[in-house]
Structure formats: C-alpha cells, structure tokens
C-alpha cells in the first residue's frame, strides 16, 4: 500500500471518529427536514425606557411570549447577546405552551427545560448568538409559547426588542420550570430572545418582513398579534402555502442610517440572511428616510435627489444579496404619510416617495411588490392614508390598514423560487 492510501485511509478515520461524513456523503439525498425560523424578532441595544433595571436581572426570571407561524414536534432556540458588551450567561431556560395571551401561567405538563451542549446553562460571548440544543416539542401553527430564562445578574449592555406589543413577565428566583408565577411584574418588551425555530419539511421555507415600525407593529394592539406580518402568517395558515414568518421591523429604522436601531443595509445579513429556511423576504423601508430628512431641515433640492438615489442603490444591494443566497425579495410600496403630525411632508417630500414607489413596481429590481401604498392611501388623497386604515396619526397604519396590508401581499410571489 502506498504512503497516499494510508493517508487517505487515516483521514477517513479522522473523519470517522469525529462523527463527519467522508466527500461521497454528498452524493447522498439531502434530509427530508431542515431547521426553519417560525418566529423571530430583531435586535437593538436598549437605551432609556426600554432599559429594564439591573436589579431587576439579579437572581431573577423572565417569561416573553411568542406567536410561532409553523407548527412542528422538534424546536430550538436563539438566544442573543449581539449588543452584548460582556458575556452573558442565562443559567436556565425552559419552552412551555401559554395558557393564554397577556397570561404568565403556562401549561404545566408542556414545559420542557433547555440545554445547551447538554447543560442547563450557557455563556454567551459578546456580540454573539447560541443556539438551545433541539427539544421535542408538539405544538401547532399559531401557538403562543412561553419563553423562561433565569439570569443571576445583568447584561453588561442589553439586547432587546423593545416593540414587542406583548406582555412579558418577571418574577424573582429561578421560576423557569414552574406554571404558575402569581404576582409576576409585567413589562412590554422582549430581551435576548432572537429566534425559535422548528424540525419542517426540506419544502418549507420561510418569509422575513424587514422594515421600520409599520412592519413592527405601531398601530397594533397589545397582545393581540394583529401586525401586518401576524395577519400574513394568519392567511398563509388558511390559504397555503406553509411558511414561518418572521417580523424583522425596528420602531424608526430606516434604510441608510441608525436610528431608535441600526439601519437595514446593516442588519440585512443577521436579520434575513443568517435565518434558518428563509426563502423569501419582504422590504417595506423608507419612510423615515423621507421623513426625518425633512424634519431636520436638511431636505434640499440636491440633498432629495441624492437621498433618493442612495436609497435605490440599497434596494439594489439588499436584493442582489438575498438573490446571491437564493432568497426571492418583494419589494413593497412606501405607504402614505401626507397628513402625518410627525413629519409634516410638503409636495417636494410626496414627489421623492411617488418616485421611489415607481421604482419598486416598474424597475424591475424586486421579485414581486406589495403594492401597500395602493390598499391603504385615501383615493381622494393620495398623499394621505384612508382614516379606516389609520391609526390616527397619519403615518401608522392601524388595525385595518393591517389587514389590507397582509391580503395584498402576493401569495404567488412564495411559489417562485431564486435558487
């Protein structure tokens, strides 16, 4: 035998003793399930009153309940500490079916206690991101499931999505493992909870709506999951096809520079392109773009132009990196805000926003568009959205304008694949 063929065969071995496949695996069929985001959020660093107390952390535990658009037997967990400026260490955490909405009390016999590398507990370093090791888990499409995580002390900075519009929970001691938490405080924002994703089918993908706080949900109604993408995962439940959704909206994102969060060119490739089965993204951005430039005085005539410009040079970036990693991208219409209280847009403003919602329908860049724009402006006023589809400020949707949203979405954009 030749001194290659040892080394071959001692490579093998290697390979072997480490559990890893030799090349020829991949020839095999690829397996029938993969991992799938089924609920996500995006994350910023809390600041102000989004910043839960450090004592409140200290030997303490919280509870953040979560809607999962896809049901499933087998689930992990993405924990966070992206914003993180130590590690982080949860000490334990637990999955549990919620007995109700705006409810700390979990269904005892569904709880199902996390590991991680086979442990209770788990450092994460700075700006880093662990999975739980995976736990079987029945539970169906639309569920509302109870995240714990017990902490002994704070995160050195927090990382937290601080639009939640869901009642979370805190109650003193280790309580991870426990149904009932009577006399729990409540707060309304979810902290280092990225991801919960389940075992699905090969075909099963998912679909991440990326944008600012319409995408968020401002005009939502507390713990009513009834933001444009909840009524998305609502409709796709009944009409097919199967898909996680993810809400990947900041409250004040814009596309080109941080705001209350990073800007969307930033976070594309953690909030869209790091997700697990994403084959398709929506991108509703630019409002506040539009809108703070304006507001700060700065909206000159060439500052306009340059702004608009920029801004068709990110939807071409973000879509040529989602197409690069096979994920199809509907672009969506910038909604109206002419009556906004907020921002004030004048005529030049409405101009820029009718320019760039031409580019996303007719320039070709998108896979599909959602034409929001159209469902929820007021026909007498273009410039203006319908006051059944307001919230009342003239720049959020409520509730209504919500649920046009959703049903204009089309569904045959998600049959199409870029791969």
């Excluded at 690069?324 to 969506?332: P, W």
């Excluded at 910038?334 to 209280?341: F, M, N, R, V």
Aim: hydrophobic content about 40%.
């Amino acid at each position: 035998m030749s001194p290659g063929q040892h080394g071959k065969r001692g490579f093998a071995a290697l390979l072997a003793a480490f559990g890893l496949a030799a090349c020829a695996s991949t020839q095999h069929a690829p397996p029938a399930e993969h991992w799938v985001a089924s609920w996500g959020t995006s994350q910023i660093i809390a600041e102000r009153d989004n910043v839960l107390e450090p004592e409140k952390w200290r030997n303490a535990s919280l509870r953040q309940l979560v809607q999962v658009s896809l049901g499933g037997s087998r689930i992990r967990l993405r924990l966070s500490n992206v914003f993180g400026t130590a590690p982080l260490t949860v000490e334990a955490a637990s999955i549990a079916r919620a007995l109700a909405v705006g409810k700390a009390d979990v269904d005892a016999a569904s709880i199902r206690a996390l590991a991680f590398g086979g442990k209770p507990s788990v450092t994460i370093p700075p700006g880093g991101e662990y999975y739980s090791d995976p736990v079987d888990f029945a539970h169906a499409a639309g569920a509302d499931l109870a995240i714990s995580l017990h902490f002994k002390d704070e995160p050195a900075r927090q990382t937290s999505h601080p639009g939640s519009r869901t009642t979370s929970f805190l109650a003193k001691g280790n309580r991870v493992v426990e149904s009932s938490w009577p006399g729990a405080e409540t707060f309304t924002r979810w902290y280092v909870i990225a991801d919960l994703e389940v075992l699905a089918p090969r075909g099963t993908g998912a679909v991440v709506a990326i944008g600012d706080s319409i995408t968020d949900g401002n005009g939502a109604t507390t713990d009513g999951n009834d933001r444009w993408p909840d009524l998305l995962a609502r409709r796709l439940r009944a009409e097919g096809p199967a898909m996680g959704v993810v809400n990947a909206g900041i409250g004040g994102g814009r596309m080109l520079k941080d705001g209350i969060g990073p800007n969307l060119v930033s976070r594309f490739d953690r909030d869209v392109l790091a997700r697990s089965g994403v084959t398709h993204a929506i991108v509703l951005i630019g409002v506040n773009d539009l809108g703070v430039l304006h507001r700060n005085a700065e909206d000159t005539a060439l500052a306009r132009a340059q702004l608009v410009e920029n801004l068709k040079m990110a939807y071409r970036q973000v879509v040529a990196k989602a197409h690069a990693q096979g994920i199809c991208v509907v672009g969506a219409t910038i909604t109206p805000y002419g009556s906004s209280e907020y921002y004030h847009p004048k005529a030049d403003n409405e101009a820029d926003r009718q320019e760039l919602n031409t580019f996303i329908r007719s320039s070709g860049t998108f896979d599909a568009v959602a034409d929001f724009d159209a469902v929820v402006r007021d026909p007498a006023q273009p410039d203006r959205m319908a006051k059944d589809k307001d919230k009342g400020d003239g720049l959020h949707p409520g509730v209504g304008g919500f649920r046009a949203m959703a049903d204009a979405v089309p569904l045959a954009a998600f049959a199409k694949t870029c791969r």
